[in-house]
């Protein structure tokens, strides 16, 4: 589509041109497995009661997988809009440590592109630049096409999931278990050593156990800073010892 | 939901999302956070994803009850299995989707 336009007027400028290629072959894996957690998000969106229209604003203006995934099902069970925007920005708050690393990478950067860059900051677009970073230099052109090429697929296939979602029956093709699938496959990625390991099982023990005494969605929140914390304890005390 | 609302809080939730994407890239390009800041930032994605999973896939119901046989959590440890040593996204979806669906018929 826009791409094909792209690439015609690349051929007055090489580098761009490469910036585009190179950019769509690193994310393109990301692309495919938006597709089904896409489709999935506008199905639940359908059930919520959200028209394609207001599914695809969504996407459009939040771009956030599991704090769309949580705001529809908090749209479902008629939550307050305070509490959906409050519970959306503890849920996509992880992006400040993406944003941070990836500033040391782009200094002295101009700014527009800094911004622009920043609106697709989510955890696959962002290890996906970040891998790149650590094979060689990935100027901010590549790691925008490759991060609103994740944007688009996003955007498109949740709106079509949206369409196709009042044909669909409840729990067709195992949807209801999309962003489960996702969030395992998310805390495989982030486990890069044995205090990850330590600290997820922190934060998942402690969320069950506030889980069954607390309403709501508070849980989350307490777990994780809790954990967090508690980990980088356990990480300042292990080191003395020279085993971390 | 009505229209007026809806767009107030995707907005709302739009906003809530990009400050926190935007800010670091933005003013912290040339300042360095404190190491212990950064120990605990790196921590808290692994946190709030474990935090956000098991609960999900061992507790059931409206007020919550401890149940860790169910489905969820069955299907959650071949699936595990599956991203662990593939380490696909797309691919451990599709799995988990269709052990999912597949259970549904079987139980």
């Given amino acids: ?187 495989i990625f982030q486990l890069n050593g044995s205090i990850f390991a330590i600290t997820a099982i922190i934060a998942g023990v402690s969320a069950v156990a506030l889980s069954l005494v607390l309403p709501g969605n508070a849980y989350i929140i307490i777990a994780t800073l809790f954990a967090a914390t508690a980990g980088v304890i356990i990480k300042k005390w292990r080191q003395p010892l020279g085993n971390h | 939901m009505e229209t007026t609302s809806f767009i107030i809080l995707v907005l709302g939730m739009g906003l809530v999302s990009f400050i926190p994407r935007w800010v670091p890239l933005f003013f912290l390009s040339k300042r360095e956070l404190p190491p212990l800041l950064i120990e605990w930032l790196e921590l808290i994605p692994v946190a709030i994803l474990s935090a956000l999973l098991l609960p999900a896939l061992v507790t059931t119901g409206t007020p919550r009850v401890f149940n860790p046989l169910s489905i969820e959590m069955l299907i959650a440890i071949p699936t595990f299995v599956f991203a662990w040593f593939t380490k696909s996204l797309g691919g451990t979806l599709v799995v988990g989707m269709l052990l999912y669906w597949g259970a549904g018929y079987v139980i």
Wanted: net charge positive.
């Fill in chain 1, 1 to 187: 589509m826009s791409y094909t336009a792209e690439h015609e007027g690349a051929k007055h400028a090489p580098t761009r041109k490469s910036s585009l290629t190179q950019g769509l072959l690193a994310i393109w894996p990301i692309c495919v497995g938006y597709i089904p957690l896409g489709l999935a998000m506008g199905v639940l969106g359908e059930k919520a009661g959200l028209s394609p229209l207001q599914v695809g604003f969504m996407s459009l203006c939040v771009f956030a997988g599991s704090g769309q995934f949580i705001a529809v099902s908090m749209i479902a069970s008629g939550a307050s809009i305070a509490a959906i925007v409050f519970t959306t920005f503890i849920v996509n708050l992880r992006h400040l440590l993406m944003s941070s690393s990836l500033a040391v990478h782009y200094q002295g950067v101009c700014r527009k592109k800094i911004s622009v860059l920043s609106y697709g900051i989510v955890d696959e677009t962002f290890a996906v630049n970040l891998n790149q970073l650590k094979k060689g230099p990935w100027d901010i052109n590549k790691a925008i096409v490759a991060s609103y090429a994740a944007f688009f697929s996003w955007v498109i296939s949740t709106t079509l999931g949206c369409y196709s979602g009042r044909f669909i029956p409840e729990n067709a093709f195992g949807l209801d278990y999309a962003l489960t699938a996702m969030f395992i496959t998310l805390l």
